[in-house]
């Protein structure tokens, strides 16, 4: 069965750091990428950073604070969030595409991100 699992969210001060994981289970095609998202309490899901093979994008507001990597052999992707800030608060998930037109999604559960000021 195929599934992401999410993990590494917490409580932390503004400036903190937290490093965020996304594990796939039971995927055997490679990924055409995964994506982070985050949904604060209240708003829309939100982009916030993607990997392929071919490079890595993010969402302005985090551009020079996170930083998305990979290690295929663990078939795990990271989020590294430094210097948070109240606004990243959210709960936060990871996709990953897959098909041949990258139009199959998988979605993990989430894992919760609170940043205090």
């Known amino acids: 069965q195929k599934e992401l699992v999410e993990s590494g969210g917490g409580s932390v001060q503004a400036g903190g750091s937290l490093r965020l994981s996304c594990i796939a289970h039971?995927?055997?095609?490679?990924?055409?990428?995964v994506d982070w998202y985050r949904q604060a309490e209240g708003e829309q899901r939100e982009w916030v950073s993607s990997?392929?093979?071919?490079?890595?994008s993010y969402t302005g507001s985090v551009k020079g604070r996170f930083t998305i990597s990979e290690d295929k052999a663990k078939d795990t992707v990271y989020l590294e969030m430094n210097s948070l800030k109240p606004e990243d608060t959210a709960m936060y998930f990871c996709r990953r595409r897959e098909g041949s037109l990258c139009t199959t999604s998988y979605w993990g559960q989430g894992t919760q991100v609170t940043v205090s000021s």
């Open positions: 039971g995927f055997i095609s490679d990924t055409c990428g």
């Open positions: 990997i392929t093979r071919f490079d890595t």
